[in-house]
């Protein structure tokens, strides 16, 4: 049964590429985090893909908060997923606390969509008791996706046999439904790693951007 790949896009693209996307990328188990500014285009133009946002407020009602996109927007929109807690996000170039992230998810789930929930090996601190609270009372919808600092754009995967462990543990430990797994995938490695059992899907940055390299992992995925 073929399982779920997340693509992330991140702070790239341009129309011409989602125009490409939209008339190619029909496969129903394929999810694209789109900069938000392509995703009213996107849904006018009836793409068959889903589609996820990157991130979102922590606010959920409309205020002075110039520059911010709530969830409630989102889903007015037809967005399905929201990715939450990038490392991007929580360490690199922003500062998304725990609180935060709990707040996000919170309205994620609230206005009837699936959080994406991104941690790495650092999983018990990103996760605070209230947080895995909130998991535990929303198991249908969040996905966590593990995401190793080392693995992100390195072209460095951890063995199968190692992601499919942390997966299982993670599972046991959030009660959640799906777990995922992120970094440096491509249509060369998809195969082995969606073969491990606790891998309900991928989660995948800077080769979804490529079209023919997103439809091989698609053939991929649909051959599982
Ligand atoms: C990511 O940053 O979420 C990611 C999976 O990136 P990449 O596939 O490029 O490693």
């Known amino acids: 049964m073929p399982k779920l790949v997340i693509c992330n896009w991140k702070m790239n ?7 490409q996307f939209v008339e190619k990328i029909d496969d129903k188990n394929v999810v694209i985090a789109l900069p938000n500014v392509f995703i009213a285009y996107v849904r006018c133009k009836f793409a068959k893909f889903k589609v996820s946002a990157q991130d979102c407020s922590i606010h959920d009602n409309t205020g002075p908060y110039t520059g911010e996109i709530s969830a409630k927007m989102l889903s007015t929109l037809g967005v399905e997923y929201v990715i939450i807690g990038h490392s991007e996000r929580r360490k690199n170039f922003f500062t998304d606390s725990a609180e935060n992230v709990y ?13 994406v929930l991104c941690v790495d090996d650092n999983y018990e601190t990103l996760i605070d008791e209230k947080t895995k609270g909130l998991l535990k009372d929303n198991v ?27 997966l299982l543990k993670l599972k046991e430990k959030y009660f959640v439904q799906k777990t995922i797994y992120g970094g440096s995938v491509n249509s060369s490695n998809v195969n082995n ?23 091989s992992i698609l053939q991929c995925n649909n051959m599982v």
């Open 13 to 19: 693209g341009d129309i011409d590429l989602v125009s």
């Open 140 to 166: 249908k919808q969040v996905i966590l996706a593990y995401e190793p600092m080392q693995s992100i754009g390195t072209g460095v995967v951890p063995k199968t046999s190692e992601i499919s462990q942390t």
């Open 103 to 115: 707040n996000k998810i919170h309205n994620v789930v609230k206005n009837g969509m699936i959080a």
């Open 193 to 215: 790693i969606l073969a491990e059992r606790d891998v309900d899907g991928v989660l995948v940055g800077g080769a979804s951007l490529n079209l023919p390299e997103l439809q």
